[in-house]
């Protein structure tokens, strides 16, 4: 993977703050939708978007893409931000989200909008179909350079379906295979910890034949290091275990499972009430308070 | 008399009338796409054998991915491999695909709109001995009612073995509902097969007063025509149509043939809510109402038996389509 320099790493973190006020805005907008996960993943997007995937927003359809594959499609703010960001269509039209006649449904539809690879919502079938389109790869050409990225919920990992998946990909050894879990312990019903305990996470992919990395999700330096590690490992499929901050971003919202699937505007008010939750959220952005920290550069 | 089209088995009502299950003519027809058309792939849920499709992949083992009991992810492992541009087939007993991956099949397969033929064998209670538990009655209904796809029950060998080329060609979801058990074969080489389209495998007597047209679909299209010989040769016009496909379904075909008769039946292994009896009854209502009397199982579970016990006590046999349609005309 190409290294990132010192300008490279900012360049990226600025864009990823300008994806997250987009997020905001578009949920503001939207008047529901999901606050943690887009926030909360939105370094990592911003990343595989500007610096990781060979793809081309003025051809959506070329055949030499990488494919990333949003698999737990609730989050999908944050592939819509930053798709529009990256030129899939106009910024503008975010606005649109989950609102009557737009191609921003409130979970992604493949037919209706540019740089979609598949739709997604129901939990767990983004990376079956990942693992379908890395073995048509293989079949056309067993030495092909494309890359195939999923990435899913860690809540997520409940679905059965997820480990259907994972025993394939470790017996096909799927070598050009990247899942990426985010990482931000919280789903709907709480922390999954205590709705259905994950750990050890790490254990159980290396169990299905693996390569396994855990890194800071909102460090590109060292999120792009793993990729660029995942792409080396030539005899399995990798996971890479991204540690997130649900909200990362708005100091308030953080760390807070009751952002899940709110909206600002109508999340908790015991440390922001509702009116001004959108304010407090886009001035902590617009102002980049601490958000642009260059990651481990200093 | 009554008249049947010279392209079906001039045997068909002989008692050495030949036979088989149909999901032989799929495994034929597969291993026959799989040599013409590099893009199809094979997917199968560790039941190579019994699904037929076990003579694709000995044939192109670089094409077939054994999935494992794996029905859900097998689904959406397809619609990935069609949006790369391959045409997979998957296969696995209908109770698991499309019973346990509906709606895999429904967000991966339908609603992308992708390219993926779901061979659905071990369908109706023709099962036979495996019980309910392996019998899916639902899943016409389960397929029927979902955008994008289509449905298909084909009835012998070779109508399926011709569904299988002809689904090949055709761009979109399908669903191909099969059988595990050896039915009598009524059509041959030469009768027309084409997806979308209703045909008649017998005219009822003209000479007759009263008339009935059974509708069928799959594996009952021999009973059907059965009992509609020994209709019409107890004095009650009777006439077959057959429903290869379910949805689309043939308007055009269903139309004529209902005004063509005073009552309709339709007769398949299928809860008789939601299946093909259920499209007949939606789309005559609305263009052309009369009397149906649906036949196929009424609410309830299957149980284990043989072919011709379990068709005999759900009302599916010859002999109970014939006193239906007399009863019907007493």
Known sequence: ?298 | MYTVPSHINPKLFDADVSGEANRMGFGRGLKAVGATNDSVVALCADLMESTRMIEFAEAYPERFIEMGIAEQSMASVASGMAAMGKIPFIASYAMFSPGRNWEQIRTTIAYNNANVKIIGAHSGVSVGPDGATHQAIEDIALMRVMPNMVVLAPSDGIEAEKATLAVTEFKGPVYMRLAREKTPTVTTRETPFAIGKAEVYMERDPAHIESVGIITTGTTLFNAMVAGKRLNEKGIGASVLHLATIKPFDEQGVLAFARNHTHIITVEEHQIAGGMGSAVAEFLSLVHPKHILRMGVHDMFGQSGTLDELFKHYMLDADSIVQSAERLHG
């Open chain 1, 1 to 298: 993977m190409q290294y990132l320099s010192d300008t490279d790493v900012l360049a990226l973190e600025k864009k990823a703050n300008e994806i997250r006020i987009s997020i905001i805005e578009m949920l503001v907008s939207a008047g529901s939708g999901h606050t943690a996960g887009p926030l909360g993943m939105a370094d990592v997007f911003t990343l595989l978007y500007f610096h990781v995937l060979k793809h081309d927003a003025k051809s959506p359809e070329w055949a030499e893409r990488d494919r990333f594959i949003l698999s737990n499609g609730h989050i999908c703010p944050v592939l819509y931000a930053t798709l529009a960001h990256a030129g899939y269509f106009p910024i503008e039209e975010l606005q649109t989200l989950r609102k009557f006649g737009s191609r921003l449904q409130g979970h992604p539809h493949r037919e209706s909008l540019p740089g979609l690879e598949t739709s997604s919502g129901p939990l767990g079938s983004g990376l079956s179909q990942a693992i379908g389109m890395a073995l048509a790869e293989r079949i056309d050409d067993p030495y092909s350079a494309k890359q195939f990225y999923c990435a899913t919920g860690d809540g997520e990992l409940n679905e059965g379906q997820v480990w259907e998946a994972l025993m394939q990909a470790g017996k096909e050894k799927i070598h050009n295979l990247t899942v990426i879990v985010d990482r931000n312990g919280i789903q709907i019903d709480g922390f999954t910890k205590d709705v259905m305990p994950l750990e050890p996470l790490a254990e159980k992919f290396a169990s299905f034949n693996f390569d396994v990395q855990e890194v800071d999700g909102h460090n590109m330096r060292a999120l792009n290091d793993a990729i660029g590690k995942a792409q080396a490992v030539y005899s399995q499929p990798s996971v890479i275990i991204a540690h997130t901050i649900p909200s990362k971003g708005v100091g308030l919202f953080e760390r807070d499972f009751r952002w899940h699937g709110n909206p600002p505007g109508k999340g908790p008010e015991d440390r922001v009430p509702k009116d001004k939750q959108a304010e407090v959220a886009l001035r902590e952005l617009r102002t980049l308070q601490g958000h642009i920290t260059g990651s481990d550069i200093h």
